[in-house]
């Protein structure tokens, strides 16, 4: 079946732009996450959702990031007045429930480069 | 979370067995073991999860020590195709949902 999907796969644009990045989890995973990825590390949790409920923010850097997953399927990242710190793969992961013992399934990541 | 220590890069001769060890000593009763790779800049793909017991799948097997301080991720025919970084992280079980916390990882290179 399908995987997770993001979109767009690569976005460049000027520093002081809103940007929005798309998530389509797999269908029917209650659980949607965001990661952030500089770089040569590992990803960092940003946010989550069960549902179209945001469980957890406690990643997102500062308030010019926020999330929605309004219907409780396709998520939007949205980052405004972007800054060069900003840029980074952002990866979206679903899972079919929250809990521990369910495994995430990761997307391709959107590239941000902000000029 | 509890945290993980790996080594930061191993080799393995392409067809033998690769074992990545992992040490999470501070682990808790309920936190689970997982393991993730990732290819180039590709998105981490999951490869295993174990609680108490070892587990194998079609990809891998996990041996978690009886004491669980520690844990080892075996690849029993390494191909050149599982050159990556691999990531053991522990992760708290509850019902809410927790995210994964990822250190640094072990960059595997399969030698031909």
């Known amino acids: 079946g399908a995987g997770v999907s993001q979109s767009p796969r690569y976005k460049v644009t000027k520093r002081g732009q809103d940007v929005a990045l798309r998530c389509d989890p797999i269908s029917g995973h209650v659980s949607l996450y965001w990661y952030r990825q500089a770089l040569g590390q590992g990803p960092e949790f940003l946010t989550y959702?069960?549902?179209?409920?945001?469980?957890?923010k406690s990643g997102l850097p500062n308030d010019r990031f926020s999330a929605e997953r309004p219907e409780g399927s396709i998520s939007t990242l949205t980052i405004q007045r972007t800054e060069q710190r900003d840029s980074a793969m952002y990866r979206c992961a679903s899972s079919l429930f929250s809990g521990a013992s369910y495994e995430q399934y990761f997307g391709p990541g959107t590239r941000l480069t902000v000029t | 979370d509890a945290k993980t220590t790996q080594p930061p890069s191993m080799d393995c001769a392409e067809g033998r067995a690769a074992n990545l060890p992992c040490n999470h000593s501070?682990?808790?009763?309920?936190?689970?073991v997982y393991w993730y790779r990732q290819i180039h800049s590709q998105g981490p793909q999951y490869i295993i999860h174990?609680?108490?017991n070892n587990e194998t799948n079609e990809m891998a097997s996990l041996i978690i020590t009886e004491d669980r301080k520690s844990s080892t991720l075996i690849l029993p025919h390494a191909t050149l195709r599982d050159t990556a970084v691999y990531y053991c992280i522990v992760r708290v079980g509850d019902n809410y949902g927790q995210n994964f916390v990822f250190g640094p990882g072990t960059r595997l290179s399969v030698l031909p």
């Open positions: 959702f069960n549902y179209e409920a945001q469980q957890d």
């Open positions: 174990g609680l108490k």
């Open positions: 501070t682990i808790s009763g309920n936190e689970y």
